[in-house]
């Protein structure tokens, strides 16, 4: 990563801090009042050894002092302690401010652009990137600020007891941010590349996890293991990389500090044997200047040790932002929505020139021009990556388009989506039921369904057929990602959920895919009868349950290339013959 694009990250991640600017300025006021009692403290202590030892007074005599002292120690350990938690306030604050325009941006884009990259590198982008920039805000950025306010305290307080003393801690300042500067941006860049390491292994593990079965039909499962083996390792390395350049850092701070308050110390120990005799203004060294300027000299580089410390904490959350602020400042079209809310009366879909986009501007498909007329029902053929999925994604109002695409005779683009999808039923290849339980589920369909139509949906879909095998009915749990149910018998779910609540315009995307025979025949039976009562458009694969649908539409890069029922595609020769005569010799 170049300097250049480090600044920019940097800037970035600073302009979200004025989102809680005042936890901020709350923490850098308790600092700043830390700095002011740190001094009180070196001055009331260096007060009392003077007075003992030089003045020969009585600890006795000196009471008052002494419980002074010690309020003083409580006073900043309250300050630290609240300090610490306006800090903390913060970076919660703009973590949960970040995380929700992601979660947003994420719901704009839809599911055809989320798809792109595997669930498990949303997840790190979402949780474990967004939680790393906590320590920049709670403790990096109210530290810039401190390390230039306490030790500019320290030396105003300094500088009339010993300007010789204040000039030492002067000079040697700046060469500690210098070299932390320099370390620091290798450690960005080395965060940057561990975050990729762990976006690329939070998704090669979740994608093996879901298809552990399949492996161990085919028997991959060792060479899988070897696999995760190489990614943890390259995770480890990088890992390893981050906290080497943290260590390193913090060496050169511990090295310069140390250096400084060495020649502080050999200062004030050659002006009590007389060797110098400089820096007291001509009224001679005292042991009370010795002992204050040796008591904050530590203090003095504790404010830059701490930046340094937090330093590392900038360098991951400059590592976190560059994949995340490329996320969010990605130049994406979204779905023009309109505010024309639709009647619940059968619709008509037409199409001219209509070209498909993705959110990137690409064109995924077309130019398309169709009729979906009410109640028909249209079977969408074509090899993988003819455009299928596209169309289906675009009449779910989740792509952007261009050319014209009009819902009896009301632009696509006009209206209101929200009112669009209730008019729509959709059933995918790979059902996702959230519920907790199976009845829940079918309702997500209909909240308010009455018991009559949840069991017609049931009957309907071919639930009622396994329903009985379940430990309690409809009532049973389906388990995370539907874990209690075979894969046909949680499409059926999906299928009743889809037909619960009469629709308008049915969408289809390969519902039988991925099914044994029984459940297939089970899901095309129900989705076939289900295809006679409102307009209907399917995605599919499978050539043999379509003979009956009214049209076939075959798409071939992006296009319709044929149109026609399945006898008159059949005996013509074309892309659909094709597909025909694959399918037979496949099965």
């Given at each position: 990563m170049n300097k250049t694009r480090q600044q920019e990250l940097t800037l970035w991640l600073k302009k979200q801090s004025?989102?809680?600017?005042?936890?901020?300025?709350?923490?850098?006021?308790?600092?700043?009042?830390?700095?002011?009692?740190?001094?009180?403290?070196?001055?009331?202590?260096?007060?009392?050894?003077?007075?003992?030892?030089?003045?020969?007074?009585?600890?006795?005599?000196?009471?008052?002092?002494?419980?002074?002292?010690?309020?003083?120690?409580?006073?900043?350990?309250?300050?630290?302690?609240?300090?610490?938690?306006?800090g903390f306030h913060a970076g919660q604050h703009i973590r949960q401010h970040i995380?929700?325009?992601?979660?947003?941006?994420?719901?704009?884009?839809?599911?055809?652009?989320?798809?792109?990259?595997?669930?498990?590198?949303?997840?790190?982008?979402?949780?474990?990137?967004?939680?790393?920039?906590?320590?920049?805000?709670?403790?990096?950025?109210?530290?810039?600020?401190?390390?230039?306010?306490?030790?500019?305290?320290?030396?105003?307080?300094?500088?009339?007891?010993?300007?010789?003393?204040?000039?030492?801690?002067?000079?040697?300042?700046?060469?500690?941010?210098l070299f932390m500067a320099m370390v620091g941006m290798g450690a960005a860049d080395a965060n940057r590349r561990n975050f990729l390491a762990l976006a690329?292994?939070?998704?090669?593990?979740?994608?093996?996890?879901?298809?552990?079965e399949t492996l161990r039909i085919f028997n991959r499962g060792e060479a899988e293991i070897n696999a995760m083996g190489e990614v943890s390792r390259d995770f480890r390395q990088r890992t390893m990389e981050v906290l080497r350049l943290a260590f390193l850092s913090s060496g050169v701070l511990e090295f310069f500090a140390s250096l400084s308050i060495a020649l502080v110390a050999v200062y004030f120990g050659f002006s009590y044997l007389g060797e110098f005799n400089f820096g007291h203004y001509g009224t001679?060294?005292?042991?009370?200047?010795?002992?204050?300027?040796?008591?904050?000299?530590?203090?003095?580089?504790?404010?830059?040790?701490?930046?340094?410390?937090?330093?590392?904490?900038?360098?991951?959350?400059?590592?976190?932002?560059?994949?995340?602020?490329?996320?969010?400042?990605?130049?994406?079209?979204?779905?023009?929505?309109?505010?024309?809310r639709l009647e619940d009366v059968p619709v008509t879909l037409e199409a001219q020139d209509l070209v498909i986009l993705s959110n990137e501007g690409h064109t995924l498909a077309g130019p398309l021009s169709f009729t979906i007329n009410p109640g028909e029902r249209i079977a969408l053929v074509g090899v993988s990556g003819a455009g299928k999925s596209s169309?289906?994604?675009?009449?779910?109002?989740?792509?952007?388009?261009?050319?014209?695409?009009?819902?009896?005779?009301?632009?696509?683009?006009?209206?209101d989506l929200t009112t669009w999808r209730h008019l729509l039923s959709w059933v995918g290849q790979n059902p996702l039921l959230p519920a907790d339980t199976l009845r829940d589920n079918i309702l997500l369909g209909a909240p308010q369904a009455s018991e009559e139509q949840f069991t017609d949906a049931m009957q309907r879909a071919w639930v009622h057929e396994f329903i009985g095998q379940l430990p309690k009915g409809v009532d049973t749990r389906t388990g995370d990602g539907a874990s209690r149910l075979s894969v046909g018998?949680?499409?059926?779910?999906?299928?009743?959920?889809?037909?619960?609540?009469?629709?308008?315009?049915?969408?289809?995307?390969?519902?039988?895919?991925?099914?044994?025979?029984?459940?297939?025949?089970?899901?095309?039976?129900?989705?076939n009868d289900a295809a006679l009562q409102q307009s209907t458009l399917m995605v599919t694969h499978q050539l043999d349950t379509i003979k009956?649908?009214?049209?076939?539409?075959?798409?071939?890069?992006?296009?319709?290339?044929?149109?026609?029922?399945?006898?008159?595609?059949?005996?013509?020769?074309?892309?659909?013959?094709?597909?025909?005569?694959?399918?037979?010799?496949a099965i």
């Amino acid at each position: 990563m170049n300097k250049t694009r480090q600044q920019e990250l940097t800037l970035w991640l600073k302009k979200q801090s004025i989102l809680s600017r005042r936890w901020l300025s709350i923490s850098r006021v308790l600092g700043t009042l830390s700095g002011i009692l740190i001094i009180a403290q070196a001055w009331l202590l260096a007060s009392l050894l003077n007075q003992m030892i030089m003045e020969k007074i009585p600890r006795e005599a000196l009471l008052l002092s002494f419980a002074l002292l010690i309020l003083v120690f409580i006073l900043r350990a309250w300050v630290v302690w609240l300090r610490e938690k306006a800090g903390f306030h913060a970076g919660q604050h703009i973590r949960q401010h970040i995380r929700k325009q992601a979660l947003e941006r994420l719901q704009q884009a839809g599911p055809a652009w989320i798809q792109g990259k595997p669930a498990g590198a949303w997840a790190t982008l979402i949780l474990e990137q967004v939680e790393d920039m906590q320590d920049f805000y709670a403790r990096y950025l109210p530290q810039m600020s401190l390390a230039a306010i306490v030790p500019l305290l320290i030396v105003i307080t300094l500088f009339p007891v010993n300007w010789a003393a204040a000039l030492i801690l002067l000079c040697t300042a700046p060469l500690i941010p210098l070299f932390m500067a320099m370390v620091g941006m290798g450690a960005a860049d080395a965060n940057r590349r561990n975050f990729l390491a762990l976006a690329r292994l939070s998704a090669h593990f979740l994608d093996r996890l879901k298809g552990m079965e399949t492996l161990r039909i085919f028997n991959r499962g060792e060479a899988e293991i070897n696999a995760m083996g190489e990614v943890s390792r390259d995770f480890r390395q990088r890992t390893m990389e981050v906290l080497r350049l943290a260590f390193l850092s913090s060496g050169v701070l511990e090295f310069f500090a140390s250096l400084s308050i060495a020649l502080v110390a050999v200062y004030f120990g050659f002006s009590y044997l007389g060797e110098f005799n400089f820096g007291h203004y001509g009224t001679g060294i005292t042991l009370f200047a010795g002992f204050l300027a040796l008591i904050m000299a530590p203090e003095f580089f504790q404010p830059l040790r701490d930046l340094g410390t937090f330093y590392h904490a900038k360098a991951q959350a400059i590592g976190a932002a560059d994949s995340l602020k490329t996320f969010m400042e990605a130049p994406l079209q979204y779905p023009q929505q309109g505010t024309q809310r639709l009647e619940d009366v059968p619709v008509t879909l037409e199409a001219q020139d209509l070209v498909i986009l993705s959110n990137e501007g690409h064109t995924l498909a077309g130019p398309l021009s169709f009729t979906i007329n009410p109640g028909e029902r249209i079977a969408l053929v074509g090899v993988s990556g003819a455009g299928k999925s596209s169309l289906v994604n675009l009449l779910s109002g989740f792509l952007a388009y261009e050319g014209t695409l009009t819902v009896n005779g009301t632009e696509f683009r006009e209206i209101d989506l929200t009112t669009w999808r209730h008019l729509l039923s959709w059933v995918g290849q790979n059902p996702l039921l959230p519920a907790d339980t199976l009845r829940d589920n079918i309702l997500l369909g209909a909240p308010q369904a009455s018991e009559e139509q949840f069991t017609d949906a049931m009957q309907r879909a071919w639930v009622h057929e396994f329903i009985g095998q379940l430990p309690k009915g409809v009532d049973t749990r389906t388990g995370d990602g539907a874990s209690r149910l075979s894969v046909g018998q949680a499409q059926r779910v999906a299928v009743a959920r889809a037909l619960i609540q009469p629709c308008r315009l049915l969408l289809l995307d390969e519902p039988a895919a991925s099914l044994d025979a029984q459940s297939e025949q089970r899901v095309m039976q129900a989705l076939n009868d289900a295809a006679l009562q409102q307009s209907t458009l399917m995605v599919t694969h499978q050539l043999d349950t379509i003979k009956n649908w009214d049209q076939i539409w075959v798409m071939q890069d992006g296009k319709i290339v044929q149109q026609g029922n399945f006898s008159e595609l059949s005996s013509q020769t074309g892309p659909f013959a094709d597909l025909l005569q694959h399918r037979q010799e496949a099965i």
